[in-house]
């Protein structure tokens, strides 16, 4: 199996052989992210903009 079609968290790089993983989706790609991770992406999202290219334009304000 590549690392390509491997189901890893975009943040701390497990994989769903470890822990539960959620899919998403962004800008057409389909991405996966652990729950521990999940709060990083939903608060500081900007933490993530090497993972998530295009991430740092969301804004975290609602």
């Known amino acids: 199996m590549t690392t390509e079609s491997k189901k890893v968290c975009l943040n701390c790089e497990r994989t769903d052989e470890v822990i539960p993983l959620l899919q998403l989706t962004f800008k057409g790609e389909t991405k996966h992210i ?9 608060h500081k999202i900007h ?8 991430a740092e334009m969301i804004s975290t304000d609602h």
């Open 34 to 42: 652990c729950p521990q991770c999940l709060p990083t992406m939903i």
């Open 47 to 54: 933490l993530m903009a090497d993972k998530l290219p295009g």
